[in-house]
């Protein structure tokens, strides 16, 4: 069973039951059941040592319903139930005020989110590929890409007398965000 413990990460799409292991076995992304809330592993478990039994492991976690972010304390030898996590691929299509419409690139179907739940909205353009996590069929996750490409619409000129401080000027990108540089 080595491995189990291991994180959903690795591959966009992973299907695994519901199953319990250490607390020391759990590392970054592993999506944990903890007081009947899924709860999404932040950083990894850092162990404090006791005088007699076993240490205490702080988990820095983040509830996936609400986004609160929280810390846990648990026994050295507790262990912790695991839950199933599924990766897709999905496709960003538009936003209708304050929903994201994406869509599945095999079967065309397409689900709306909210656009709180999307992480630098202003940044996504048409047929961007995201990640996007499920938990017993529910959304817990959506990642996007870490650089992502955007055109400026419009920029102030720079002002050649004080060019050793360029902060405080906002550029105006395509898709209507706006950006300070």
């Not at 690139?105 to 202003?122: F, G, K, L, N, W």
């Not at 961007?128 to 529910?138: E, F, R």
């Amino acid at each position: 069973m080595s491995g189990l413990g291991s994180v959903f990460r690795e591959t966009k799409s992973i299907f695994r039951r519901c199953y319990s292991v250490n607390v020391h076995s759990l590392k970054r992304r592993s999506v944990i059941k903890h007081r009947g809330r899924l709860c999404n592993v932040e950083e990894a478990p850092v162990l404090r040592a006791r005088g007699r039994g076993g240490g205490l492991v702080t988990l820095s976690l983040r509830d996936l319903v609400n986004g609160s972010r929280f810390q846990a304390t648990f026994n050295g030898t507790e262990n912790v139930e695991v839950s199933e996590v599924s990766w897709s691929e999905k496709l960003f299509l538009y936003t209708d005020g304050d929903k994201v419409v994406l869509m599945d690139p095999e079967t065309y179907d397409q689900d709306e989110v909210p656009a709180s739940r999307v992480p630098h909205v202003e940044f996504l353009a048409a047929d961007m590929k995201i990640d996007v996590a499920h938990c017993n069929g529910q959304l817990v996750e959506i990642q996007i890409p870490s650089y992502v490409e955007v055109e400026v619409e419009d920029a102030p000129e720079i002002d050649r007398q004080s060019t050793s401080s360029l902060s405080g000027k906002r550029a105006i990108l395509k898709n209507g965000a706006a950006v300070n540089w």
